[in-house]
Every structure is written in C-alpha cells, then in structure tokens.
C-alpha cells in the first residue's frame, strides 16, 4: 500500500540505522513525543537497530496517559447520573479512577456508550431528548477539530441535550515544561507528526531557539522514526537546532487553516493539569465564551472535584522521559494491562503497555 510499505522495508530501515551508526560520534538523547510513535519504536525493535549511543525516552504524547484522575473522576460522577448517556471512545473506559473506571458505572447500570466519532454522540442526543448526552473529549490538536465540529454541529442544529467533558492537551507547552525541568535529559525532539497535521509546525521554532534542541516532525512508520532519527541525530552532530519536516507527505508548515481557524472559534487555550505532571499553563484547551453551554464540567457542577494520583505509580516520570516503565515498582506485578494501576499501562498508546506487551519484560519477571 502506498506510503505505508516503503515506510515499514527492512531494507530500507536497516540503510538508515547503518547512517545513523556512521554519523554518531558521542551519547545523545533524544525524545520522541508522540505515544504512537512509541508504539511503532518498541512493537518493531527500533531501539536495537541503534548504537549504544542513542538513547530514547519515552515522552508525554499518549492522550489517555496524561488525562488526570480527577477528570477520570468527574466523568465517573457524570456517567453515574440516571439522566445521562456518556459517551466515550473505548481507551478511556478502562482508565482507572480513584475508586473505579466507566466500565464499572456501566457494570452498575450507568448507561455508559462506546463511540467511534463524537458526532455518533451527537446522533445519540438527537435520538434521546429526554436524556443528556456527554461525550468525553479527550486527546491533543489531533482529536480536537472533530470535537470542536461536534459542538459547531450541535449549536447549528438546536441540539441543546449535548455537551462535552473537555480534556484537551496541547503538545508545546508539554516540550515547554520538559526542556525547562532541572532534571531535563533531552538534547533532541522528534516532534508528532499528526499533531503538526493539524497544527503545523511554525510553534516549534522558537522553542528550538530558545532551548537549542533541534525538533524534527516525524512520522510514525519504522522508517518514518529512524528517517526523524538520523536527521536528528545529523543536526545534533552539526551543532545545529532547527526545526525539519520529515513527515512532509501529510505535514505543511502551517497545518491545516481550516481546523485551525475551528478550534479557535470553539476552544480557549486554558491552563490544564497533565496527569503525574501537575499543571502546565496554556497547555488544553476548554470551550471558548461562545460554546460554554456545551460545558459538561458547568453544567453538572463537577469543577471542584480534586483527587490525590496514587503514590506508587510513577507515570509522571515516565511521561517525562525520567524514568523507564520497567524502573516502576509495581510494573509487570500489581500493574499489568488486564489490572492497571496508572493509564500508561491502560492505553496501546501508553509506554508501560507497550514496554510490557512487545519487551516481553513480563517474561524476565515472571520468571524471577
Ligand atoms: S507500571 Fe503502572 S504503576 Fe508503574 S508507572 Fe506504569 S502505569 Fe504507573
């Protein structure tokens, strides 16, 4: 299929990690941002086809990850409304709470619904007028047009049963936030390329600027990553940091206008609290002044709900490309995909999951 076999060739992927080993003189870390991408990175043993040198971290771009627990929390509180249809992609069911997840308040007669698209919630408000119809908005600039289309489309149709619980993250004020930490370890970013889809990417240049990291928006394929890799890899050796486009099949410097121009109609940039992170200023996105009476949060009163993350689970870390899953206590143990203790362990996305379904790590532990 094309774009999608050139991008997964051995052979092809082999000449790349070849350059890579060729041009690398000393340690260099490097991060790529999107969970997707980490999936592809650890599904096909990308890591292995690099020279010791390289080392990847793990960042902050898997959306179900970072949601916090609260917001888990207050959609539990929605859900358990007898006067309410949530609505939610299938990932964010098993996400745990505090105390349990969606599929436990459906288990107990909440009429909790697995949607493709949030205009499938839409449809469900339209055939329900009696009920309230909540869909769960999660996700970073990738998710948010058709959200914010759903919106649009419920305030053009007088659909006035429909609002959305909005957990909306945007990615560069997450770079932000890593490259500034004092426990930073990034030298380079490969930055996600669907978010810059969207996007594009004229947001990055000045925080290649500022904190001399090249950034180059890469794609998801094998070789789509270690492409982002070498070029990456090349500036760094170069003393260079700049921002380049791997991805340029889908990616235009200044994204799609028309989703664009949507999400500033139908969404504020607000200040948003990351899960295992705390808070980061103008890092979501919640309904502009125009759309409030789409806010489920107002319109069931659960803004005040705060919680505590549980201790143990180290997630923050991990998102923040501190620490390695497998350096988490309750990895492969307490927390596995089928009884998970943090949403990186939830989500195909999350870097737990995918370091315990593809490193075959349980194997090492199961047999300790
Ligand atoms: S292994 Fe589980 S408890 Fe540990 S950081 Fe990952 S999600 Fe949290």
Redo the contacts with the bound molecule.
């Keep these: 299929m094309r774009f999608i076999d050139e991008y997964r060739d051995g052979e092809t992927a082999r000449r790349y990690a070849e350059e890579i080993k060729r041009i690398t003189t000393r340690t260099w870390t490097l991060m790529e941002i999107c969970g997707g991408q980490t999936h592809s990175i650890i599904k096909s043993g990308i890591e292995s086809l690099l020279p010791a040198e390289i080392q990847l971290l793990h960042g902050p771009g898997c959306p179900v990850c970072v949601t916090p627990l609260e917001i888990i929390d207050k959609a539990i509180a929605i859900a358990s409304r007898s006067d309410v249809i949530f609505t939610s992609f299938g990932d964010m069911l098993r996400v745990p709470g505090s105390h349990k997840d969606l599929l436990s308040v459906k288990a107990e007669g909440g009429d909790v619904r697995m949607v493709y698209s949030p205009l499938d919630a839409l449809t469900i408000a339209k055939n329900n007028p009696d009920k309230r119809v909540v869909f769960f908005a999660v996700g970073f600039e990738t998710t948010a047009p058709a959200n914010a289309m759903a919106v649009k489309e419920a305030r053009k149709q007088s659909i006035v049963n429909f609002s959305i619980l909005s957990s909306h993250v945007l990615v560069p004020p997450a770079i932000a936030a890593i490259l500034s930490s004092s426990t930073n370890k990034v030298q380079g970013l490969l930055a996600a390329g669907h978010v810059c889809t969207v996007m594009g990417y004229e947001e990055y240049f000045p925080l290649a600027e500022q904190y001399k990291v090249p950034i180059v928006v890469t794609g998801f394929e094998p070789v789509d990553i270690l492409q982002g890799i070498y070029m990456t890899v090349k500036q760094l050796e170069e003393g260079r940091y700049e921002v380049e486009n791997q991805y340029s099949r889908s990616v235009r410097r200044e994204g799609n206008p028309a989703a664009r121009a949507l999400l500033k109609e139908v969404f504020a940039v607000i200040d948003r609290k990351w899960r295992g992170i705390g808070e980061i200023p103008s890092s979501g996105f919640g309904l502009s002044e125009l759309y409030t009476e789409f806010d489920a949060e107002q319109i069931f009163g659960v803004e005040s709900i705060e919680v505590q993350e549980p201790a ?4 923050g870390d ?1 998102l923040r490309g501190i620490r390695k ?1 497998q350096e ?1 206590p ?2 492969g143990n307490e ?1 596995k995909p089928e009884h ?6 939830v989500s195909s996305e999350g870097a ?1 999951a995918a370091y315990y379904n593809y490193k075959r790590i349980r194997n090492t532990i199961a047999t300790q």
């Design positions: 143990v689970c180290i997630a991990v899953p988490c309750a990895f927390c998970p203790l943090g949403a990186p362990m737990c």
